[in-house]
């Protein structure tokens, strides 16, 4: 059985190489290099959205529409108290006539960027309105500006690793590493749940830090390069 043919991840190349420069390939000045790097990284969801249901059902309509703006009232005044602005918080409600009753119902979504803050809220409500309002398991996501950040510096690490791992094979060869001359990002992968979606998929029974895990986003890249070698430099004493 023939052995696995071997991957070249670093060549040093002669002066007959071409270097794409300004969309015309022109030779490089001088010796080179030729890299190729990856990396790896992962990001935490950036938001956590809650959802806290509750309604009311009463034979007069004022009354079952003041039970139910008490405690909305009381839920958006303590999520202002923690920080929460008016653009992060969507009311909607519901009125209707059931029978002989008049029924009200309300949702308030809450979106959060401090978890520590989102989960002070939500015992804080626990506590102050128990079984009068159900609260949803938080739903947590990326931002696409999260996103984008995550692609830059996933991009970023791999370029210094090439560069890294092209200044270890010129030294191995007693060589100093010149200038980049060429580097070209090859491939770019992203996989995991960070999807902004009003709808979370994930069980109730996971706990906050399993949901946070499920919804944390990875992404890597490969990159090319080729850089300029420079020969050794040999440093003469002189006597004064």
């Known amino acids: 059985m023939a052995p696995p043919p071997a991957r070249v991840f670093a060549e040093l190349g002669p002066e ?6 300004g969309g015309s390939p022109v030779p ?3 010796r080179e290099v030729r890299v190729s790097g990856s990396a790896e990284l992962s990001a935490g969801p950036d938001r956590a959205r809650v959802s806290v249901r509750l309604g009311s059902r009463k034979e007069a309509a004022e009354a079952a529409r003041s039970s139910v703006t008490r405690r909305l009232e009381f839920i958006a005044h303590r999520a202002r108290l923690r920080g929460v602005t008016e653009e992060n918080m969507t009311i909607t409600e519901d ?3 059931v029978e002989n009753t008049y029924q009200m119902e309300a949702e308030v979504c809450i979106t959060f960027s401090d978890f520590g803050k989102m989960q002070k809220v939500c015992n804080l409500l626990i ?3 128990g079984t009068s309002v159900t609260i949803s398991p938080p739903h947590f996501y990326h931002t696409p500006e999260a ?3 995550l692609r830059r510096q996933v991009c970023v690490a791999a370029v210094r690793n090439t560069r890294r791992k092209a200044q270890e094979v010129c030294q191995l060869f007693g060589q100093s590493l010149g200038k980049p ?3 070209r990002e090859e491939e770019t992968k992203e996989w995991g749940c960070h999807i902004d979606s009003p709808v979370s998929n994930s069980p109730d029974s996971l706990t906050l830090q399993e949901r946070i895990q499920n919804a944390t986003a990875y992404a890597s890249c490969r990159v090319f390069a080729v ?3 420079r020969g050794k430099e040999h440093k ?5």
């Open 16 to 21: 007959r190489a071409l270097v794409e420069r």
């Open 28 to 30: 490089p000045p001088g």
């Open 95 to 97: 009125f209707s006539r």
């Open 127 to 129: 506590e102050k309105l």
């Open 147 to 149: 996103l984008d950040t």
């Open 181 to 183: 001359l060429l580097i």
């Open 227 to 229: 850089f300029e070698i």
């Open 236 to 240: 003469r004493n002189k006597l004064l």
